[in-house]
Every structure is written in C-alpha cells, then in structure tokens.
T-cell receptor, first 114, second 111 residues
Framework: EADIYQTPRYLVIGTGKKITLECSQTMGHDKMYWYQQDPGMELHLIHYSYGVNSTEKGDLSSESTVSRIRTEHFPLTLESARPSHTSQYLC?????????????FGPGTRLTVT | DAKTTQPTSMDCAEGRAANLPCNHSTISGNEYVYWYRQIHSQGPQYIIHGLKNNETNEMASLIITEDRKSSTLILPHATLRDTAVYYCIVRADNYGQNFVFGPGTRLSVLP
C-alpha cells in the first residue's frame, strides 16, 4: 500500500477563489507529479519535480503552479479558479531503483468550480 | 517514449482469463513495458513491468513477444473488481523520463 495522500478529496468552489491542493508522501521519494484528468479521459501530466526546489511544467499547459520546499510535500495552487479548471487532479511519486520505476498515485482531488 | 496501441474496450467473463494486448512496434532496446490500471477514477495502480522476459506476480502475467513489438497482460482469473481501464506504457528507465498515459483499454468483467 503506497503512502501518498491528497486533500481535500472533493472541493466545490466559486470562480475567482484561490485554492491549494495538498499532496504528501511518506516514502521519501524524490520525484513527484501532478496529473489532470477529465471524466473518462486520459491523464495529462501538468507538473513534476525531481526533488526539493525543483519544479517543471508537464506536457499539458496549466494555469496552476507548484512548489517543492520539502521532499514529502508537493502542493498545487490555482490563484484564481475558473470553471475550466473543473477536473480531477492526481498526485503521484516515484523512486528510481535501476530496473524498477513504479509510480504511486494518491486518491485524487475532484475539483468543481462554479 | 514509444507510442502504444491498445483496443478501446474489451469484455471478459468472470472467472476466465483476461488477455489485454498492447502494440509497441517502435519500442527501443532500452525501453520497458509497464502496465497500470485505474479503477473508477481512483489513482492508477501499478500492475507489472518487463523488458524482454515474461514476468509474473501476484496480480498478473506479462508476455512480451520475442521481437518486443507487442505484449499481452494476462489476468488469469478475472473478477468483477478487475473492471478498470488498463494502461500499457513504454518508457526508458532513466531518471529524466516521465510516464505518458494513453487512453488505455476499458476492461469490463461480466458476471
């Protein structure tokens, strides 16, 4: 069982609000990721981090920002939420072990912006 | 990373083996084949991975063809809880590579 947590699990918020989605892992993994997934659609990588003070944009352009001040914590922030941000956000972490590179996913945050 | 091709959907009777194919004809020599599954919009779950030899674990078996251009994930005795979207991903095992999730195969296990 992977130890990666996301809060909140569900969030309904009005347009223009600032929100932060939390992601924490207790496995000491260096690499962490944020994916965005609309219902029934593919996962798209929006941000990732190689370690503390490292953040990179993913394949899908996103108006969100991330930070990595501590190894275990990788929060995602939307400065001004819009209905187009309504989606599921999945956090993941991984550790490179030579021949094994498993990603462990959190349960996700389902965001609805009204 | 090499692109993969999977059927959009498949059905399988409960208790029977589910065989999920994946085509990765442009795979490179240093690229592994990974399988993940996602149950009802939960976070994806790792199943198995391999390079060129067949692999088996408590969840599934992975059969990779000799030319490595295709593979099959086998769930030996499918249950209703195996209903999920199954993703086949090909990636090189180096630190700079990310996983690219395609549309996957939606497997429905029928009672």
């Amino acid at each position: 069982e992977a130890d990666i947590y996301q809060t909140p699990r569900y969030l309904v918020i009005g347009t223009g609000k600032k929100i932060t989605l939390e992601c924490s892992q207790t496995m000491g993994h260096d690499k962490m990721y944020w994916y965005q997934q609309d219902p029934g659609m593919e996962l798209h990588l929006i941000h990732y981090s190689y370690g503390v003070n490292s953040t990179e944009k993913g394949d899908l352009s996103s108006e969100s920002t991330v930070s990595r001040i501590r190894t275990e914590h990788f929060p995602l922030t939307l400065e001004s939420a819009r209905p187009s941000h309504t989606s599921q956000y999945l956090c993941a972490s991984s550790e490179y072990k030579g021949s094994s590179y498993e990603q462990y996913f959190g349960p996700g945050t389902r965001l609805t912006v009204t | 990373d090499a692109k993969t091709t999977q059927p959009t959907s498949m059905d399988c009777a409960e208790g029977r083996a589910a065989n999920l194919p994946c085509n990765h004809s442009t795979i490179s020599g240093n690229e592994y084949v990974y399988w993940y599954r996602q149950i009802h919009s939960q976070g994806p779950q790792y199943i198995i991975h391999g390079l060129k030899n067949n692999e088996t674990n408590e969840m599934a078996s992975l059969i990779i063809t000799e030319d490595r251009k295709s593979s099959t994930l086998i769930l030996p005795h499918a249950t209703l809880r195996d209903t999920a979207v199954y993703y086949c991903i090909v990636r090189a095992d180096n630190y700079g590579q990310n996983f690219v999730f395609g549309p996957g195969t939606r497997l429905s296990v029928l009672p």
